[in-house]
């Protein structure tokens, strides 16, 4: 029932001219230089990489746009079910390599530069990462669109157009320095929809009124209104013709203009003043890792972006001329995470407020149209809002999110009537001091299905947070959909499960070596990498020792630079004779800590101080180096993930809800070192627990430890108070600057159990050293390990939601473009 816009008799005319687009490389280089000296003006004398990257860029931009029209096209004529896929983060890193993966055409562009004298390396380097995320959130959201695609999903993501990404992170004297991440000076790949806007409201006041037959109305009348523009991506997949969409809303003064009158009258600032406000909303990411601060801007950001979508989703809903009720048999829509959890008021509103249906209608469309993804059981970072603050920013969104209680407790109360104190645990409403909304309460009620991101999370929501509602709702709506990762490669991206072909070339010696080989040209890339930018030389031929990920306590960046520092302590307690039996390691470490949390940026300053003593005592050599690399992000992950031995995941048990790198990192022919917690267990499970090294305390476990630490006498584990004693005396620089990372565990009760596990975790580390002596046992566990990982990959994942959550089906494009 929708009407294409160019009448049937000139389409012929049209398709005539419809681009094909290139094959080879003669016709890719034909599009790179057409669009260096038009669409840049840059000519034959003043080409560098940058002009070059932006032609290579802007010949693959066409091709992929013209999938993306086609995709488009079949979408909407076909009109199946969709899936909306609601971020705040999408960590898509750099788009071209991509881009020419998918499309298949990266050999003829490589041909091409060349021909034009230009190293396609070079020119992928150019780009600049799209870092629009913090961290594991952000990039699964980033798999998940690919694999969207890959797999044909009709699928759209939304999330915010920021002006600045991540901040970029520098070391400076050891301290973490934050710079601003302003990445859109030229961007090839968002095509801004001037045409597609939205009003968004905030702020005002709530009107009610009955009308002649005596039916009550409510409406709301934003006090400021905000502009939303669509900012489009395409999202390729791979070796399909589907090209799906990213919309980002990037915000806007509503007027467009600034105040005229202000500045004729010579008020300059102020006349701008309502243009910066409005463009303040989608300026910058939040950087907190597991951490939520209740910002009014924050939560402006979240119902900019959920109003808009919706907006939009529903648009779309309402040009097919489907009755309501059909909405969630067409539309699916998935919160990651919390942060989206507005868009459920806001559909309730849109239906009742503005569509006229009555309450529960429209509360029964609402319901069985979200899903939602929790990816965290850590207090700290479940969200939270203030009453009074959303009272003012969104009256009415508030009241409906009081009326979504009152209707849910009472449907407890009739349920369970004789617990009375069950109420006031599951109402969305806390009784604080203000008040606050919990919208994790918010988004479970308002979706049919929950999920958490690996086994042990989803049982532990179901025990912990989320307790009462298993009894309310029954175990039905809960499930699991285990996190899974891309894999970075080339043969055996269309199935992750012909991977497990490898484990019969396992004693292959050709093969054998061939994967020694790869690995070790991956470290010689690293070791590269690190002698630029820290100015040490490593040797390849070390154990590399890689922990790459947000700073955070409960991650344990301190266990292991504690671990360092041990290892320090005994290599210098040897003789030269004993030191020569020892294994060279490289310990490695990247991430960012949040601005405002200091004790990840002790962290950070304590491994700098380590690298700079280790590093630089004579005594120690190629035995030990310790590297901070700065700045960690998914281009920089694509260098350092191929490189590492052994990586680190060893959170205290319980504490991450999966881990995504986990996986990257055995897929990229690593092993492991982790605690049995999130998505390790299930690695365990499939790659065999010969093939990793496991370590501490268990998560059932936790709670009694730490409860032991507050109320008995306790002490610190003997290994660790050593390198206590030395971070005392000074041995790496002012221990000032360490006390309160010490004292939180010696005096503060040691929260993330790092004393509990550290005796566990040396000695762990002691077994590593041993099995990588054994070259020829540890390639077999290497290649065991790449072999079985097939089950993570994010097309398994998608494919689960796609059956158990959204109840969507592929969509597979027809060969002419005859809809
Ligand atoms: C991460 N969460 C989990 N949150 O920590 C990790 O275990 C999991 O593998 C991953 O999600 C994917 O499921 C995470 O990255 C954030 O960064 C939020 C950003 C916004 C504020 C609250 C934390």
Not at 610 to 624: A, K, Y
Not at 784 to 789: C, D, F, G, N, Y
Not at 804 to 812: G, H, M, Q
Request: charged share 25%; with cysteine.
């Amino acid at each position: 029932s929708v009407e294409a816009s160019i009448p049937e008799p000139q389409r012929a005319a049209w398709r005539k001219f419809t681009p094909k687009g290139f094959t080879t490389s003669e016709d890719f280089e034909k599009e790179a230089v057409r669009h260096i000296e038009t669409t840049l003006a840059r000519s034959l004398y003043n080409c560098d990489e940058v002009a070059a990257y932006g032609g290579t860029a802007l010949a693959f931009r066409d091709r992929l746009i013209l999938d993306w029209n086609k995709t488009q096209q079949t979408q909407t004529f076909t009109d199946q079910k969709r899936v909306y896929y609601l971020s705040l983060e999408f960590l898509m890193g750099r788009a071209l390599d991509n881009a020419m993966l998918n499309v298949g055409q990266k050999d003829s562009a490589t041909k091409g530069l060349d021909d034009l004298g230009f190293r396609m390396e070079d020119i992928i380097s150019q780009e600049h990462d799209a870092a629009l995320g913090n961290g594991g959130l952000g990039r699964l959201a980033a798999c998940f669109l690919d694999s969207m695609a890959s797999l044909n999903y009709p699928a759209w993501g939304y999330g915010l157009r920021y002006r600045y990404g991540i901040f970029k992170q520098e070391i400076i004297d050891g301290y973490q320095v934050e710079v601003p991440d302003y990445w859109l000076d030229f961007n090839p790949w968002e095509f801004a929809r001037h045409d597609i806007t939205v009003d968004v409201q905030f702020y005002g006041h709530v009107n009610r009124w009955q009308d002649d037959e005596g039916k009550q109305h409510t409406s709301w009348e934003g006090g400021e209104t905000v502009l939303a523009v669509a900012f489009d991506v395409p999202v390729p997949g791979y070796e399909t013709p589907t090209c799906n969409n990213l919309r980002l809303w990037g915000s806007k003064a509503a007027s467009g203009e600034f105040d005229f009158q202000k500045f004729n009258s010579g008020e300059y600032e102020a006349s701008v003043a309502d243009q910066q406000r409005a463009e303040t909303i989608s300026a910058v990411l939040y950087p907190n890792d597991n951490l939520e601060r209740g910002k009014e801007l924050r939560l402006k950001q979240q119902y900019f972006w959920c109003a808009a979508s919706l907006y939009d989703i529903v648009r779309r809903f309402k040009k097919t001329k489907r009755s309501w009720k059909e909405f969630p048999n067409q539309v699916a829509i998935q919160l990651n995470d919390t942060h989206p959890t507005l868009a459920i008021p806001e559909l309730q509103r849109i239906l009742v407020d503005l569509e006229g249906l009555e309450w529960d209608d429209a509360w029964n469309i609402v319901s069985k149209t979200f899903g939602y993804t929790n990816h965290t059981v850590l207090p700290e970072a479940l969200e939270k809002w203030s009453v009074p603050l959303m009272q003012h920013l969104l009256p009415r969104h508030l009241q409906i999110i009081y009326d979504i209680n009152l209707n849910f407790l009472q449907y407890v109360e009739r349920n369970f009537p004789k617990d009375r104190e069950m109420l006031g645990r599951v109402s969305i409403i806390e009784e604080s001091n203000p008040k606050m909304v919990r919208m994790a309460y918010l988004a479970l009620i308002g979706s049919h299905k929950v999920n958490g991101v690996a086994e042990l999370h989803s049982d532990l929501i179901k025990t912990t947070i989320f307790k009462d509602f298993v009894k309310i709702y029954g175990p039905d709506k809960f499930t699991n959909v285990t996190n899974a990762s891309k894999l970075g490669g080339h043969d055996f991206l269309k199935d992750l499960t012909l991977l497990s072909k490898l484990e019969a070339f396992v004693d292959d010696k050709e093969f054998r070596k061939e994967f020694r080989e790869i690995k070790y040209a991956n470290k010689v890339r690293l070791a590269k990498h690190i002698k630029e930018h820290n100015g040490v030389t490593v040797n390849p031929a070390a154990l590399f020792d890689v922990q790459v990920k947000r700073i955070h306590e409960y991650k344990r960046q301190q266990l292991n630079i504690f671990g360092v520092i041990h290892r320090y302590l005994q290599i210098k307690s040897l003789s030269a004779e004993d030191r020569k039996k020892l294994a060279p390691r490289v310990s490695i470490f990247g991430g960012k800590a949040a601005p405002g949390y200091w004790m990840a940026k002790t962290v950070i300053h304590l491994i700098n101080k380590v690298g700079d003593v280790v590093n630089n005592d004579p005594d120690v050599g190629d035995l030990l180096k310790v590297i901070f690399l700065e700045d960690y992000n998914v281009s920089k992950a694509e260098i350092i993930t191929p490189a590492s031995d052994i990586s680190e995941h060893i959170s205290t048990a319980g504490t991450e809800a999966s881990g995504t790198s986990n996986m990257k990192f055995c897929l990229n022919g690593g092993l492991i070192i982790g605690t049995c917690d999130g998505a390790n267990i299930e690695i365990t499970r499939e790659i065999g627990e010969e093939n990793i090294f496991l370590f501490g305390n268990l998560a059932e476990d936790v709670e009694d430890l730490r409860h032991g630490h507050l109320y008995n006498h306790y002490e610190l584990e003997p290994k660790l108070a050593k390198v206590f004693d030395e971070i005392h005396k000074g041995r790496f620089g002012d221990a000032g600057a360490f006390s309160a990372l010490l004292n939180g565990i010696v005096e503060h009760g040691d929260y993330y159990l790092v004393s509990d596990d550290f005796a566990s975790y040396a000695q762990t580390q002691e077994l590593i050293d041993e099995a990588y002596k054994d070259t020829e046992a540890w390639t077999t566990k290497a290649i065991l390990t790449v072999a079985r990982m097939g089950f993570f990959s994010s097309d398994r994942c998608i494919d689960e939601y796609a059956e158990s959550i959204w109840n969507i089906e592929p969509l597979v494009q027809k060969k002419d473009d005859e809809a």
